[in-house]
């Protein structure tokens, strides 16, 4: 048997030393891992998120002072939190953190300021609120409760509101954000009473006994009063019922200047207007251009309406679909523009809409699932052709690769992935990225045919009457029908489908800039591309990657970290992306 020799001390030295410079490089490795996932105000940002949902599921009373005056306070704390950090020692990444979470707070005290004026200006049409309040508050300890003197509060209340009621139906004052307070007080008080009843009623055998008919009926007035309340306001309104039936709630020059301002957008509502008719007129040169390869010489619309007799028949639309997304993801992944993890190929699914949500948005929605808006047998003959005509495999062309990969699709994968303690949602980074698609494949030759180039300007132009009809409403120059109008008019729009697309703007529950976003944004990640793709700084790849690793931020933010920006604390938008000459 061979005898081994004990091994020298200086052997032992050396793997020692080996094992710690791995050690060393391998902690490297991962701190830097781990950096790409958080920064020094990710744990403020963290905590501030824990801290709020615990107190607005204790305080969950909407609209109450103690509330407001509650989460007002933690505001305070964590921007003085945010004082702390030495701005100037943090790496890019973590100042744009700090920018938006400081710009965050600041938003969230100035919704809290508008919603204690309101709450001040119809404060006496409650003036049972404060009880209402109280008894919730000692609810949340389990304290006993007086039953025989409460219930003949809540009678007193519900005499009170009765006459309220009266006088408020009478009342010619209140306007629609008064209004729209005063229905969502109401509520809240229905909430607070109801979770006062189902924690005493059954268990608590006075309570039982005295209270079910005050608090039904009390519970039944404030219902009442929150619909009157829905209600008062509309004939204040500067934005007058015309022909479409649509009243939505113009916000004004000045609000949407402000709006702006917070989404990092340095254009006026007139120069964004600007930026609209000059792209409009890139679309119009091009769709020329395409009508007389069709034959139609400079009869456009003529080729539109050929262009939508092109639609495919009922019951064909989903593999219609699923051939344009197949093509879109073949020219991706041919020309090495976008990693796409296999998951994310996987992982969506498809469904149909309803024939009621068509009538706010009549075309296709995506994400992780891919919505397929087309006609269903409940339809009339009309609304069935209309949906055909404008959901053609030419004008869905444009928008697959908006809704899946790598538009929507795409973007909701990273979000669960990268930088998921980032909540900076803007409808800029969402839909500004999935435009940018659609220009760039545009550029990039995606379009096989004359029809092709049609159906994917349609939207092109679209996404610029959005800009000039979304900014003339709520600038209080145009009525919803007039935005109806343009549409049909200036687009080639279906007079059904631009109904739909009029009324999800206005009162679909989006934000007064959302549709500006699409071509806004989309612009921003072109001149961004601009800057570090074409002056060879970055591939495609890089770029496009770069930008999915960061997760939802304003676009000017993406730039700043894409090119090592030096931002200052107090940070101004400046960045003037679009050159008009």
Known sequence: MKKYQPLSKKFLLIVFCLIACRSVNFAQVAATDLYLQTSEVNNIMTQYYADKGILTRFYFVEHSPERRERLKKLILDYQNQLTKLNFNQLNIGTKVDYTLFKRNLSEELYQFTIEEKEYEAIKKWFPFADSLYAVEKIRRRGTPLDAPKWAFQFNEMAKQLISLNTKLSKDSTITENLGKRGANLSRSLQKA??????????????????????????????????????????????????????????IGKEEIMRRLQIEMIPYTPEELVDIANKEFAWCDAEMLKASKELG????????????????????????????????????????????????????????????????????????????????????????????????????????????????????YFMLNRNKVYRQFDTPFWMEGWALYWELLLYDMNFPKSPEDKIG??????????????SLNYHTKNWTPQQCIDFLIDRVGHEKANAEGEVRRSFVGGYDPLYQIAYMIGGLQFRALKNELVDTGKMSYKQFHDGVMQENSLPIEMIRAILTKQSLEKDFKTNWRFYKFK
């Open 456 to 469: 994917m300007l349609f939207w092109r132009m679209h996404r610029c009457a959005r800009i000039i009809f």
């Open 193 to 250: 009473i109801k979770s006062v009843y189902g924690f005493y009623n059954g268990y608590d055998p006075m309570f039982t006994w005295w209270m079910p008919q005050p608090y039904n009926r009390l519970d039944s007035l404030l219902k009442v009063y929150a619909n009157n309340f829905q209600g008062k306001g509309k004939n204040l309104s500067t934005q007058k019922p015309d022909a479409s039936g649509i009243v939505g709630n113009p």
């Open 296 to 411: 139609f010489g400079d009869n456009w619309k003529a080729a539109l309406e050929y262009v939508k007799t092109k639609y495919v028949e009922p019951s064909k639309q989903p593999q219609e679909m699923m051939r344009l997304y197949n093509e879109s993801l073949d020219f991706l992944k041919k020309n090495q523009l976008i990693t796409i993890p296999a998951l994310a190929e996987e992982g969506w699914r498809m469904s149909m809409m309803s024939p009621e949500r068509q009538l706010v948005n009549p075309f296709f929605l995506g994400g992780e699932e891919f919505i397929i808006s087309y006609p269903t047998n409940t339809m009339t003959e009309d609304q069935k052709l209309m949906s055909m005509r404008g959901n053609n495999p030419h004008f869905s062309r444009a928008t697959v690769h908006h809704e899946l990969i790598a538009g929507h699709s795409l973007q």
